[in-house]
């Protein structure tokens, strides 16, 4: 072999400082294309990637090998969305390496945390759905299991926010514009998608009924494949991304006609596919390209995972005990019809047991109750679109409403709520009802939202099936958001309880007896003091604003939604600039109140709130009879990169919900791992967050789920009575509608005035506003004791242990999908 080559290939291998060093030198030359002198930050960061990235490939290798010799059940995680973020810096800690590269590149001349910022982020998800992928890939190439991500490479990720004169504008987000280092591309890799077309019954060779699916539109799915590792390195996963690509033979006949530029167009209509990600959290709009996404990389994923079980088996009676399939949320339910497909249409299976084997093979987790985010499409667009998976429901239906009639006896309500269709008005697949009954497991995200999945969206369902629901709280990775995001407190409780809560979050518990050792409270609050000028600095970069490091950092970072109630802390904060500006002699405690999130483009209220916030915060901010004691900030473009930042930094967490609408929230965890505080709701995994840190160590407000219920219910609440005995929420209000914020357009805020009033204020925001203004003087006058605030912030964090998403994939991994590690086997080191 060629000498040089030789030894570029074990410095491919290399992990020590040098041997990095001379990778990145020759992969900026030969890859990257530049010289030293030459070289930009990006370049660099190509440079880098490129090179940690040969250090995991022959691992990666080593994982997928042992998977297929031992032919092990693999579990397949189907999402629409996987909200990843960077990945340098993950790379590196969990491959264990970030010192070595922090030297390499020192000798370099260069700054590690320099590099890491030219990274964009993969921002292929909205919020808390596409985190939790992202989280639950990082937990199961951790804990060994083996587990496939299947989702679409979005060419644009979630939009940039912007402000423009505090309105938020969207811009493209192109965070594949300067190429991907961390994907493989897999050209081979290539099935066929179809559209439209028409069902043709036909009869088989044994003379029985059957159908295909014929003049349909092709598309083609390609693989791009980006490793993921788990924490160690040992075991590194797959994420398996699709992009649409046009066939090869795309409208020949335009080319004869001469009509070349209109084949071309064609071929880009058609790539349209996997262009952009929708950026609706929690609301479907019925598009038909968004149910064509849903279809496409659900069908690709299907054709590759029966294509790894064939390697293997000769028919399908065991696919069950081979794969596992879980379909996060309805987006990819769609599935259900095309197994049913391929196996009876394709494969010559029969109904029977193509339906036995899907049911086994698929599981479902619901993540809201909200109505409008129920997917149901139009039985119109569907025949259009899907002919034969629609023929195949229809199937589904009438075999399981026939077995049903005998057991709802006369009940007509019941039968036409179990249905797959929703008759009423123009008729509708409801996917929901589709995912429940092709499934063996289906699981709500919090133990308080799946005990409302039995009672509200799928009473009857779980009245049909009383085993099929059951709850898997969510987690969230402890890598990512506290090895990774808060280096100062990983590295004082590490060298406390040693590093072992890194992989096994449990152990983080033995910090408890330290929340009375008033040296490592010092510690402690030291480490958050540093995070929070990080903040500072970033709010100061961001926003112009200057915040003071020692203010109570008040935060609320989440997606832009009425039921999350942004609207009842704003109000919260100008009742306290009021208190403030009337009590100028009082010595307040000085709060800064940190909002962060993106409003969907369509949702107008949303975008409204928004510029009330920024136009508060103006007011707020530049009044000086405030004496700096209360700043209000709202950052621009809050994505994982900005979390990151945000999470470790701050002290009171809000999490404050009309309670029986956050079907879990994970912002929850990471705030209170990171030594927050939580002011919230009994809602969604706040309730679980209670019992582990404690009644004393959380702020709980408001009205109870069931409360809610039966206010909503007795229709006797009203909102303008609740205005007129509270002076301070009048006064805010007032504040509002008469332009005190907003001398430009006073009656820009009508709307949200008239959803609080006429409109019988459906979130409760001035149901919930005096406890909620009780619970902020609490954690206020708590603060003033910051021995007393260290202490319950340490108990926060010694108490999140088990909301690590190693946890709750470990209980998917047993209780849903009967998913066992392997260890990968790694063959012996060639000599070199
Ligand atoms: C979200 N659901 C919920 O709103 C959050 O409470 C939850 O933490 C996450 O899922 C993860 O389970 C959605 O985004 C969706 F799309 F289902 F509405």
Known sequence: MDARYKSREIERRSLDVDGLKRSFLEWLVYSVGKDARAATRRDWFHTVALAVRDRLVDRWMDTTRTYYQQDAKR????????????????SLANLGITDQCRQALDRIGLNLDDVVEAEPDAALGNGGLGRLAACFLDSMATEALPGYGYGIRYEFGLFEQRFEHGWQVEYPEQWLQFGNPWEFPRPEVLYPVQFYGRVEEFRDSVGERAYRWVDAERVLAMAYDTPVVGYGGDTINTLRLWSARATRDFNFGHFNDGAYMKAVEQKVLTENLSRVLYPNDATEGGKELRLKQEYFFTSASLQDILRRYLQHHSNFDSLPDKAAIQLNDTHPAIGIAELMRLLVDQHGVTWDKAWDITRATFSYTNHTLLPEALEAWPVRMMERVLPR???????????????????????????????LIDERGDRRVRMGNLAFLGSHKVNGVSALHTELMKQTVFADFHAEFPERINNKTNGI???RWLHQANQPLAALITSRIGNGWIKDLSQIKALAEKADDLVFREEFRRAKRKNKKRLAAYIARQTGVDVQVDSLFDVQVKRMHEYKRQLLNILQA??????????????WVPVTKIFAGKAAPS???????IKLINDVAKVVNHDPSVHDNLKIVLLPNYNVTAAEII???ADLSEQISTAGMEASGTGNMKLALNGALTIGTLDGANVEIREHVGDDNIFIFGLTAEEVNDLRASGGFNPRDVIASNPSLKRALDMIS??????????RYHPILQALTDGGDHFLVTAD????????????????????????????????????????????ATEIWDVHPVKPEHPAETET
């Not at 579990?75 to 993950?90: A, D, K, M, P, Q």
């Not at 406890?771 to 340490?794: P, S, V």
Request: aromatic share 12%; glycine share 4%; net charge neutral.
């Open 769 to 812: 506003f005096s406890d909620y203004c009780q619970a902020q003087q609490a954690a206020m006058d708590l603060y003033r004791d910051q021995e007393e605030w260290t202490r319950k912030a340490i108990l926060n964090t010694a108490n999140m242990g088990w909301f690590s998403s190693d946890r709750t994939i470990m209980e998917y």
């Open 738 to 747: 008469t332009g005190v914020f907003s001398p430009d357009d006073p009656h």
């Open 603 to 609: 949702y107008h209220m949303a975008k409204l709130i």
């Open 647 to 649: 999470m470790p930094a």
């Open 389 to 419: 998976h629609m023929q195949i429901i229809y199937e589904i239906n009438a075999k399981f409403l026939n077995r049903s009639k005998a057991r709802a006896a006369g009940d007509n309500g019941r039968l036409s709520r179990l249905s």
């Open 574 to 587: 100008i009742a306290l600039y009021n208190e403030m500006r009337d009590n100028p002699t009082v010595s």
């Open 75 to 90: 579990v397949y995680y189907l999402s629409l969305e996987f909200l990843i973020g960077r990945l340098l810096t993950n």
């Open 477 to 479: 990775t402890p890598r």
